[in-house]
């Protein structure tokens, strides 16, 4: 008594190969997905990082880096400053006291009771 096999027919081994391959194409992509989604992520933590507010306790930008300053003016008015650091002439709690430079002005002045600061970013790459 012979029993027939249809779903061992030779193109079901074709089908299977076809479908081992789609699945090692489909984890593939995924790994590749995967990777891109981390690159991402972490693109946007540089991004994050690099826009926010540092406290001057926690470091201080390099000497004649353009960074952003966020100090207080005359009447307890907050404001944001452009400016290249220069140095540092004491730190208090909370606030420092920089001088820097403008591009525009070219003379060193003093900030006074800066509360924080924050890195430009940098220049958009040309094609």
């Given amino acids: 008594m012979a029993i027939e096999l249809h779903h061992l027919h030779p193109s079901h081994d074709d089908e299977l190969t076809r479908l081992k391959s789609r699945i090692a194409e ?6 590749e997905h995967t990777l891109q989604i981390a690159k991402m992520n972490g693109y946007i933590h ?32 907050v404001r944001e400053w452009i400016g290249d ?3 540092i002439d ?8 920089f001088y820097a430079s403008t591009p525009g002005w070219g003379c060193e002045f003093l900030i006074d009771e800066v509360i ?12």
């Fill in 46 to 77: 540089h991004l994050e990082e690099e826009r926010r507010w540092r406290k001057c306790c926690e470091g201080l930008p390099s000497k004649g880096q353009r960074v952003l300053f966020l100090a207080k003016y005359k009447t307890d008015k």
């Fill in 90 to 97: 004491g730190m208090e709690i909370g606030f420092a006291v």
């Fill in 116 to 127: 924080g600061w924050m890195p430009l970013p940098s220049a958009p790459k040309e094609d």
């Fill in 85 to 87: 650091f220069r140095h």
């Fill in 26 to 31: 489909l984890e593939r992509m995924d790994t």
